[in-house]
């Protein structure tokens, strides 16, 4: 017992140093903060422009119908809706905001966080 109480007091009695190879400095930390805010901010603009993409096809297929039903109102002979133009003309220019923000070519995200087309 009397060999683990001295081996104990040596062990207590040794001073650790830390080299500063060890310990990261805070430069590297702010570079290593900057970099997973770049990942981050990528990641959000990918999951951003699929769903942009996914509602300019939407759009699209809205449109498409649109674009039967009036070619039906004017063979009926009846003239097309204003209503129906209007909001043709609105949806065409929401699915090419929604294009340009996902391939790149605008920063300023379309409808649901701005205006809708006018």
Known sequence: ???????KEIIDDEVVEISSEDTPSSSDESRDDKLAVNILNYVIDIIYSIGFLILAYMAFWVLVV????????????????????DFSRRLSIFTRDCLLFSTGNEDKKPFPFNKFPE
């Open 66 to 85: 649109l674009s039967i039903l009036s070619f039906v109102v004017r063979l009926v002979g009846s003239e097309q809706l204003k209503e129906m133009k």
């Open 1 to 7: 017992m009397m060999e683990n109480e001295n081996d």
